[in-house]
């Protein structure tokens, strides 16, 4: 019974244990386990996960994301005003205005 809890235990943490131990712990240090237990849902692989794991106030990650999507959006922006000068440019500029080639370069 004891061979069944252990391996019930190992399917549910299986990619903790496959993992290794944390660096600068001990093999059998019991508190490695226990510590990734502890932080298994704190993600450090964007901005956001990243602000929230060290800053544990709310408004910190509101203004990350604020800056976040709002640098997505003038991103998206530029990238359609220079679609839009390039549709101008292939039909020819004095022929169409910009805002209409926006309108086709956004259907791109």
């Known amino acids: 019974s004891t061979m069944l809890a252990a391996e019930a235990h190992k399917e549910s943490y299986g990619s903790l244990l496959q993992s290794g131990p ?16 502890l932080h298994h849902d704190t993600a450090t692989f964007d901005f956001i996960g ?3 794991a060290l800053f544990h106030d709310n ?10 999507y709002g640098n997505i959006f003038l991103v998206m ?5 220079v679609m839009s000068h390039s549709v101008a440019a292939m ?3 004095d022929r169409i ?3 209409t080639a926006g309108l086709i370069a956004s259907t791109l």
């Open 22 to 37: 944390p660096v600068g712990t001990d093999e059998g240090d019991g508190n490695a386990l226990q510590q990734q237990l």
């Open 50 to 52: 990243m602000t929230s």
């Open 59 to 68: 408004s910190a990650t509101q203004w990350v994301m604020l800056l976040f």
């Open 77 to 81: 922006g530029d990238y359609i005003l």
């Open 91 to 93: 039909i020819g500029e």
């Open 97 to 99: 205005c910009i805002p």
